[in-house]
């Protein structure tokens, strides 16, 4: 696989690809094994700002992404509808899992692992047929069961992205299966702090923030965890300026794994309604992300994670030109102000109508998005409509 690694993170036993940009123009080396460490100050020496590396003949890097040639297919193998049951069952079958383990941490007991492995390989597998269903299943949310959800979501959503990016099937795995145990030390927090409707006081803050340290302790007393999987739940609150928890890393001490989920992390938590706050729009979590790029948050990626997820995510309500307002079931990469959305409410007659499945792509269907909307000002639960 052919990655791109920061100048700065490039080490000895690295193999060069040839498709690396500037190294002709600069009269390096194109391509070839990195023996030494003067080759890499020669390197920097020519403004080389990043290199592309093959992993296939050479040592690989957590600092390092996917270099596509074209954009990773997600589109769907298996219809909405179908996927849905299936999806339906592997969601519940994580609710009851990580349900469980949650209780488990929080009497001392162990994490198997083996469950959690064969629940993100069944997440993968619906993710390969059709993103789409394990999305819309994400954004049906009880704010009794935050915990549970996010974590649960955290892995749906990072499954999808990694995909998108092109990292091969075992990281993928890996990354999902971090995703479900990235917040498992929230059960160690006190349930005043972690459910208190109100601010925390910069002493609760305290406690809340120890939850990165609860389940990094935790993770590490677990049988055969990846030290990918491991990554997700120490970094994803790590920021690139350094303003992040629990060790105020930055940009280069972050790797590409602790940005992915720090990206996937704040969309699910905007996203949801929670004890203290409604949940955002998609649409208008993309906004924050983008807001967050450059600072907080990896900018590729950010605007990576805009174009795998669309211009309207699954779960965005929106306005048609006819007047329907409904939301987003189905988003699509290629064309992504054409998604399909369920309508449910007439905002010209101000009365809700029977759910109708309009799919924007279609050549017979004249119609287009023309505005965004919240479900608490139209009085809806959006859980109804997914």
Known sequence: ???????????VGMYVSSSTPGLKAAG???????RRTETITKLRSNDIG?????????????????????????????????????AEKVYGDATGLVGSILTNVKLGKAIDLGPVEELAY????????????????????????????????????????????GYDRETVHQLVTGGLLHDIGKIKVPYSVLNKPGRLTEEEWVLMRKHV??????????????????????????????????????ADEISVYGRLASVVDIYDAVTATRIYHEGRNPFK????????AGTHLDKDLVYSFIRCMSVYPVGSIVELSN????????????????PVVR?????????????????????????????????TALGINVNDFM
Do not use: W
């Not at 696989?1 to 080490?11: G, H, Q, T």
């Not at 993968?124 to 009794?144: E, G, V």
């Not at 120490?234 to 928890?245: F, M, N, R, T, V």
């Not at 905002?347 to 287009?368: C, F, G, T, W």
């Open 1 to 11: 696989m052919i990655k791109r690694i920061p100048i700065n993170k490039v080490e």
């Open 28 to 34: 390096l080396l194109e391509q070839g094994m990195i």
């Open 50 to 86: 990043e290199l592309y590396i093959d992993t296939s003949k050479g040592k690989d890097s957590h600092f390092a992404l996917p270099v596509l040639d074209h954009p990773i297919n997600l589109e769907p193998t298996t219809s909405l509808t179908e996927e849905r049951r299936k």
């Open 122 to 165: 069944e997440i993968n597998n619906s993710i390969l047929r059709n993103p789409n269903a394990l999305l819309c299943l994400s954004q049906i949310q009880d704010k009794d069961k935050y915990l549970l959800e996010h974590s649960i979501n955290v892995g749906i959503l990072i499954g999808v992205f990694a995909r998108y990016l």
């Open 213 to 250: 340290e609860y389940g990094v302790e935790t993770l590490a007393q677990t049988k055969g965890i990846h030290p990918i999987s491991a990554q997700i739940c120490a970094l994803h609150h790590e920021k690139l300026d350094g303003s992040g928890y629990p060790n105020k890393l930055k």
């Open 285 to 292: 979590a993309m906004k924050l992300l983008h807001e967050l």
């Open 323 to 338: 007047g329907r307002i409904g939301v987003v079931i189905t988003a699509r990469q290629g064309s992504p102000d054409q």
């Open 343 to 375: 309508t449910f409410f007439n905002n010209r007659s101000k009365h809700h109508e029977s759910p109708s499945v309009i799919d924007l792509a279609k050549p017979q269907v004249d119609l287009r998005i023309v505005g965004i909307h919240e479900a």
